[in-house]
Structure formats: structure tokens, C-alpha cells
């Protein structure tokens, strides 16, 4: 009897944390930040890499939205997040990294460059 009632009060013991504990490996990664990648197609000239970044530079530099950014040509960003593994250096690649004013103005910004 004795058993079968501690086995019980455990039983019911478990059922309480694990429905009334949650996990959460990461925060939420809301940020007025995001980054735009730009890959070309291998052995592209690091000149052409950087036209093209330049063009999607100009659209951010004119948006209001827009608080502060860095543009990386044949490489990227160093690390600056937890979650953000930078690329290793390569002629068709550039990253910019953009801040925002809100992480709304950075999701409706993201949607937009993304169209383009």
C-alpha cells in the first residue's frame, strides 16, 4: 500500500512539472536588425560583387527606416550574435547589415528588399 502510494505521488508529481514548466532553448529573436545577403554565381569578379551590393546599398541608404548600416564586399560581418555564423571570405559575396527604427520597420523592410 505504501509503495503504490508513493508511486502515485510521484506519478502525479511529474504530470505537474511537466505541463507547468516550459522550455525555451532561444529568446525570441525580434530585433530591429537583419542582414541582406548577396550570393553571385562562383568566380564572379569582386568588382561585379560590388556593383551589385551597391545598387541594394543605395535603396537603403535613401529609407527613412533605416538608422544605421554596414556593407561587407567578399566577406561578411563579424560576429555579432549568437545565432549568426559569418561566411568565409569569397569574391561573389557581400552581406549588409542593417538597423532599424522598430522590428516592425525591419519586417516590413526585409519583405520589401526580399521582393526585389
Known amino acids: 500500500m505504501r509503495t503504490s ?12 512539472f511537466t505541463n507547468g514548466i516550459r522550455q525555451k532553448f532561444f529568446p ?3 530585433r530591429n536588425q537583419f542582414v ?12 561585379k560583387t560590388e556593383q551589385s551590393i551597391l545598387k541594394i546599398q543605395n535603396l537603403v541608404q535613401k529609407d527613412k527606416r533605416v ?5 561587407f564586399i567578399g566577406t561578411s560581418a563579424p ?26 520597420a525591419t519586417l516590413a523592410m526585409s519583405a520589401e528588399l526580399s521582393e526585389k
Not at 67 to 71: H, P
Open 36 to 47: 541582406v545577403e548577396l550570393w553571385m554565381p562562383t568566380g564572379t569578379q569582386l568588382s
Open 5 to 16: 502510494t508513493i508511486l502515485i505521488i510521484v506519478a502525479l508529481a511529474v504530470l505537474l
Open 79 to 104: 560576429r555579432f550574435y549568437y545565432n549568426f555564423d559569418p561566411e568565409f571570405p569569397v569574391t561573389n559575396y557581400a552581406q549588409i547589415l542593417i538597423n532599424t527604427t522598430s522590428d516592425e
Open 67 to 71: 538608422t544605421s548600416f554596414a556593407t
Open 28 to 30: 525570441a529573436a525580434e
